[in-house]
């Protein structure tokens, strides 16, 4: 049975779509739980065929911790009332970190045969253009493929956010999901050799851009990075890659500038819209963090957000303590993000190890975009197509170094 579940990637790469028929046909669940909950059958299908046939998991590593972290979780619901309310099948159904280890287990059991790899590659080659080309439209007409209508939210060039074909996914899907396949196609086309990767790299910057979100600019500037410090030529390496860089820079600054952006007035209007990083939301948050931390430091409040807390936050222009690590840290406590960062911690040091073994950084660095946007988002769940599929596909290059490393021995 098993073997079939590798078809589910090609369903990962039309989550876009999905969606759109999702909130058009206005169904009350999103398609992140409709992702958790086949997540989690299909783990449960695996655990019963391994169990029958005898055969050895792959459980990969920081799996424990996010497992004794979703049972922390559950336990804290138990005591702040959620649990009640919802009831115990709800609660256990909506852990997304005990699904988030299912996924993580159903990942790093299924096989992608090169064949299923390149049409994975090419179809989000192809959604890298028409998000970039989505974005540019949503210039002219903000509410296209919004079904949130954001034309009406008003806004100028410089501050409407813009979430091209992610918009109706997820609020965080644009980071979440766009970079990281971003970075996975821009190795996959490094390895080949491809001349196409300028163009690449260009859409990606375009729809970074044009996102208007701070985070998302900076997450694209860690995929970027990535060609420099991972794919240098042993000959005239670092005049290359600065060469590349410089090209996609010049080309990103002038097709924007096409566009309708003026960027003394992008810098003042949205990159430094505070005036000074003092008067910022997430310089702000740590004066709350200072206060709220030190009264329950070791198992937090138990809740995101309480009254208090949001109160305070209000007070500083936010609606929580807007920087993701400090405000974990606040809800529960140190013994929870021991748990939590811990497992974080793992799972990058899994990808770079694996990175280190095969030559493929693309899931490294786009987990690198997840690490980061927790320093200025509050959202830890990973239940986004992009993260699932860097996951995949470290799986599969490491089934292919495995491969040739046995043709070699032969």
């Known amino acids: ?63 424990g911790l996010l497992l004794l972290y979703a049972i922390y979780i559950f336990l804290w619901g138990m005591v702040n009332g959620s649990l009640d309310r919802r009831g115990l099948i709800l609660s256990v159904v909506n852990n997304a970190h005990l699904q988030t280890v299912f996924m993580l287990i159903v990942s790093y059991n299924v096989l992608i045969s090169d064949k299923q790899h390149h049409r994975l590659v090419r179809i989000m080659v192809f959604t890298v253009y028409v998000a970039a080309l989505v974005s540019i439209y949503q210039i002219f007409e903000p509410s296209f493929l919004d079904f949130t209508s954001a034309r009406e939210i008003g806004g100028s060039i410089y501050t409407l956010r813009r979430g091209s074909i992610f918009s109706n996914v997820a609020p965080l899907e644009l980071g979440l999901s766009f970079l990281p396949i971003l970075a996975l196609v821009t190795v996959d086309l490094l390895l080949k050799k491809s001349n196409s990767v300028i163009q690449i790299l260009l859409m990606g910057g375009i729809v970074a851009i044009l996102s208007n979100t701070r985070w998302v600019m900076v997450g694209y500037l860690i995929v970027l990075s990535m060609v420099g410090f991972q794919y240098r030529s042993r000959i005239l390496g670092r005049v290359k890659t600065i060469s590349l860089t410089m090209v996609v820079v010049i080309l990103l600054g002038y097709v924007i500038g096409l566009l309708g952006y003026d960027f003394t007035q992008f810098w003042n209007e949205r990159l430094l819209a505070e005036g000074s990083l003092d008067r910022t939301t997430r310089y702000l948050a740590f004066e709350n963090f200072l206060i709220f931390f030190p009264r329950t430091p070791w198992f937090g409040t138990g809740v995101h957000l309480t009254d208090e807390i949001w109160a305070a936050s209000r007070a500083v222009g936010s609606s929580q303590i807007h920087v993701g690590y400090l405000s974990h840290l606040v809800s529960y406590g140190l013994f929870g993000s021991v748990l939590f960062f811990g497992f974080l911690f793992r799972v990058s040091q899994m990808l770079y190890k694996n990175a280190k073994k095969t030559g493929y950084w693309g899931s490294f660095y786009g987990f690198l975009v997840f690490i980061w946007g927790n320093a200025t988002f509050v959202h830890f769940g990973m239940f986004y197509y992009g993260m699932i599929l860097l996951f995949a596909f470290d799986k599969y290059y490491l089934d292919k170094h495995k491969r040739l490393k046995s043709v070699h021995v032969l």
């Open 1 to 63: 049975m098993s073997r079939y579940y590798k078809y589910i990637y090609y369903l990962m790469v039309f989550i876009p779509v999905i969606a759109m028929l999702i909130e058009q046909g206005e169904s009350s669940r999103s398609i992140g739980w409709y992702m958790r909950i086949m997540y989690t059958f299909m783990a449960l299908l695996m655990f019963m065929e391994a169990a029958i046939t005898r055969k050895k998991l792959c459980i990969p590593k920081g799996t």
